[in-house]
């Protein structure tokens, strides 16, 4: 634990330093809102941070830079999440009042606005078909023997399956084993839709069984990564070798997705430096929250960036984005 006058210095060096990026010296700091005590002292008192771990010294004759362990004190010490400014509140606002369609359009671009607000990379992990719920079901006839199957899911996804018969197929039947299928699905687990009790009428069966065979076969799939601004998050590093490790990371779907997932089940919203547990991450920092549908988690968003972000307003930015892409996602 800290004292509280070398917390609020702390404070003083980290705010400033992710600000300018520069070694913040004592005398910047003496004049810091809230420190009042003179350069001498401030000085004391950051060697002492020094060589407590929380600050580090890049040359002798430089100020001091927040390390891993300086940054994780500022975080935990935060009462919350920031406040996001006016314009961002309405850019945020005016995006999911327009927010339709499918929802892979609606991740891509929700990733994208979450980047464009903070000037990091913004991840939005989809929904895992398998956990979502079926809201509807409907066999549309494309010709005699092809048939559209569309399935609207309680995650937002509409999935479209072409399904070509071995015999001819009139709308009566279509209707009627659509009918069916919506009688027994809605409301089940996609990846868990189980049987289906016959009708009685054999061809009206085989449509069914077809059309729960399509609606089955989509419950494996692996959640979709959604990836946005990487340049203007690249753009914080300097080193040509740390930004292809990190654009590696970021292209390999699998690894985002458990990277996200570790966190999260590690109880943490930050994860700074070496708690990210991925080497090549070393110099970055993640955001995370998760987005719920119907009070149930669904889907992850997070913020990569430097060790040096702005953590008040990369939190405020993704605990208002999930909000309201899960309000969204509710509405349907």
């Not at 600050?55 to 362990?69: D, F, I, M, N």
Request: hydrophobic share 45%; proline share 4%; glycine share 10%.
């Amino acid at each position: 634990m800290l004292d509280e006058r070398k917390a609020s210095i702390l404070r003083a060096v980290v705010e400033e330093y992710i600000q300018t990026a520069q070694p913040v010296g004592s005398g910047h700091v003496a004049r810091a809102p809230g420190i009042a005590v003179s350069p001498a002292t401030v000085r004391n008192e950051m060697a002492l941070l020094e060589d407590e771990g929380y600050l580090a010294q890049p040359h002798t004759s430089a100020g001091r830079v927040p390390t891993e362990k300086g940054y994780r004190f500022f975080v935990d010490s935060l009462t919350g999440p920031g406040r996001l400014g006016t314009a961002e509140t309405q850019q945020v606002r005016s995006f999911f009042a327009k927010a339709h369609g499918e929802l892979e359009q609606m991740l891509a671009d929700t990733s994208r606005l979450l980047s464009s607000i903070t000037d990091y990379a913004a991840v939005v992990v989809a929904p895992p078909h398998e956990v979502a719920t079926v809201r509807s079901v409907q066999l549309v006839a494309l010709s005699h023997r092809v048939v559209l199957e569309v399935v609207v899911l309680s995650n937002g996804v509409v999935d479209k399956r072409t399904i070509e018969l071995d015999e001819d197929v009139d709308e009566i039947r279509l209707g009627a084993a659509s009918v069916h299928l919506n009688a027994h699905l809605v409301g089940r687990a996609l990846g868990a839709l189980g049987t289906v009790v016959p009708t009685g009428d054999a061809a009206t069966d085989a449509l069914v069984q077809v059309g729960l065979r399509a609606a089955a076969s989509d419950g494996s799939d692996p959640e979709d990564v959604f990836v946005g601004g990487t340049a203007r998050m690249l753009a914080s590093f300097e080193a040509v070798d740390t930004v292809r490790q990190v654009l590696t990371i970021l292209e390999q779907q699998l690894v985002v997705v458990s990277l996200l997932r570790d966190v999260l089940d590690r109880g943490l919203s930050v994860a700074i430096g070496s708690e990210t547990g991925v080497e090549p991450l070393a110099e970055c920092s993640l955001v995370v929250a998760p987005y719920e549908v119907d009070g149930d988690g669904i889907g992850t968003i997070g913020l990569l960036g430097p060790t040096r972000m702005n953590y008040p307003q990369a939190l405020a930015a993704v605990a208002v984005v999930s909000q309201r892409l899960g309000t969204r996602l509710s509405e349907g």
